[in-house]
């Protein structure tokens, strides 16, 4: 286990994520993650990205690039709204959430404590 969890993380360092996918259930699924959204007068980044994240069966695996602190995360899906809050400790490689729904489009944000936000998109 721990070796397939070094691959999944040595791969999303050398391989971003940057496709959008339907895949079957125990697939691994992509999440899209893009720039920060525009919040205001909450601060914008440039191209780089400190967050990836893939579904893997029912967790969402959240790998972080640098020490981006404490990560707040909101998951919602288009049909029924907020399904849920995390805070995620982003000076750890990677984090995990609980994720067991249904087929549906999903969209993830992350806020850091930097003042940076981040959404993540993904369909089941």
Excluded: W
Aim: hydrophobic share 40%; net charge negative; with cysteine.
């Amino acid at each position: 286990m721990k070796r397939v969890l070094i691959a999944i993380i040595a791969f999303s360092f050398f391989c971003p994520i940057n496709v959008n996918s339907v895949a079957q259930e125990g697939d691994q699924i992509p999440i899209v993650v893009k720039k920060p959204k525009d919040l205001g007068d909450r601060p914008r980044s440039g191209g780089f990205l400190p967050i990836s994240a893939i579904l893997l069966s029912e967790s969402i695996v959240v790998f972080f690039s640098g020490n981006c602190g404490n990560v707040d995360v909101v998951l919602e899906s288009s049909s029924s709204g907020v399904l849920g809050t995390e805070t995620l400790d982003g000076s750890l490689i990677f984090d995990t959430i609980p994720f067991n729904y249904g087929p549906g489009h999903y969209t993830i944000t992350f806020f850091l404590s930097s003042g940076y936000v981040y959404e993540g998109l993904f369909d089941i």
